[in-house]
DNA sequence: AATATATATGCATAATTACGCATGTGAGCT
DNA sequence: AGCTCACATGCGTAATTATGCATATATATT
């Protein structure tokens, strides 16, 4: 398909619309809190954010054990222009403001801005009963 | 899929991406005018089409004949937004330029306001070999 | 070095979507 | 009524994409 199309296309997938919901929202957010707050398996969210970076809209950092993701700097006018639109659509969707209130919960168990440090969370990967559950809520 | 992300996905395709670039740069057009415009086939146009009525994002008017379409009236401040990154997209793409060129040539050919009169247009349904190719221009 | 944690990825499969062809529908013309 | 033109759609197939599971990689930690 060809990049636009592909560009738009990267919004038209729940998961990732609900990424980049909370991307805009943060200045970064690692894997694993994307995985709490959208209680998405982390191989699903691994590749979700994939091919986001790939359409250009995020960009990512490593920094230790970790990968932080965050929006793109230097996008291009229609690109601000899509994450606009994602925030616009915010106000519609009561699932959004969900996942923004589990990265909030989740985000507060940072210490000194390191992220999951001591919390286990495979919520589809393999075996393990998964912690933070505390972010889960319900 | 949700509907939110179908309405991004509803853009995440380049033939789509190309209607509603014409679609927003005119009034209204028929769905003969789009098939001369972006050379596709009849029945793929009018499929497209429909994804986009059903992402509410464009609306069809009967007359006579003839179908037309334009952007939907009342759009939400997202879809206005959506529509605007389109345009801005427009500046980096020479196809939706060359869209509108041939576009802007069918156009003239109406006479009185109305669309293809005596024009024969089919580039992919069935047999005869299709006219209105001095809109095709190459 | 061995182990544990965070993230990515290969592979098989399921689900979704686009396409081409043929045909259906409906409006207008003769 | 019969024909033609504009448009839509059913169906089969090809192409694309998402998902789950297992596993690979890379970076600490002990």
New interface residues.
Partial sequence: ??Y???L???????T??RLLNLLTQAKEICVCELVDALQVPQYNISRHLHVLLKTGMVQDHKRGKWVYYSVAKNL????R??L???S??RD??EDLRQDEARAGRRLKLRSGGVCCVGLVSKIGNSSQETAAQNVAAR
């Fill in positions: 398909m060809d636009h199309a592909e738009f296309n990267g919004l038209g997938d729940p990732r619309l291009k006018l229609y690109q222009t899509l606009r639109a994602v616009e659509l519609e969707r």
